[in-house]
């Protein structure tokens, strides 16, 4: 269901183990998309608390769905405005991948210091183990690698 995007997502300071803000959420189609709802909590999150600038984090997002355009500038924009932030995007599948204008905004999350990965079976398996069941194995479907690749 391509109107359905669950997102789930850790920050962590880079010099720390221990998460310091993670969650997942879905998409409100035709309202308020996953990745923005996110944004907006660890905006919130680094005024509220008056994060010392100084400190690097690491934002890691685990995706059913590569960003929108209109989610992919919002995460370049984020991603240049807080450059002490490394941003890691991991997806399931592209998001109607032959679309320009999403093909451009993946390419200014690119340009602003963004990884993209579709993920692998790897990926899979650290994503159900962080934020699923840690005593639960992945289970690979058939023909998982032929659709990581285009």
Not at 11 to 26: M, N, R, S, V
Not at 125 to 131: D, E, I, R
Request: charged content about 25%; some cysteine.
């Amino acid at each position: 269901n391509r109107k359905k995007t669950l997102l789930c997502f850790s920050l962590c300071q880079h010099t720390k183990k221990l998460w310091d803000l993670w969650g997942y959420g879905y998409n409100t189609p035709k309202h308020s998309h996953a990745e923005m709802k996110m944004l907006q909590l660890i905006k919130n999150v680094f005024s509220q608390l008056q994060v010392d600038p100084t400190v690097s984090y690491k934002l890691t997002l685990y995706m059913s769905f590569s960003p929108c355009s209109k989610c992919s500038i919002s995460l370049a924009t984020f991603a240049k405005s807080e450059q002490r932030v490394q941003v890691d995007i991991m997806f399931s599948k592209l998001y109607f991948h032959k679309n320009r204008s999403i093909q451009k905004g993946l390419r200014r999350l690119k340009h602003e210091g963004v990884s993209l990965k579709v993920m692998d079976k790897e990926d899979f398996q650290t994503c159900l183990y962080l934020f699923v069941d840690e005593h639960n194995t992945f289970q690979e479907w058939t023909g998982l690698h032929k659709k990581m690749c285009w």
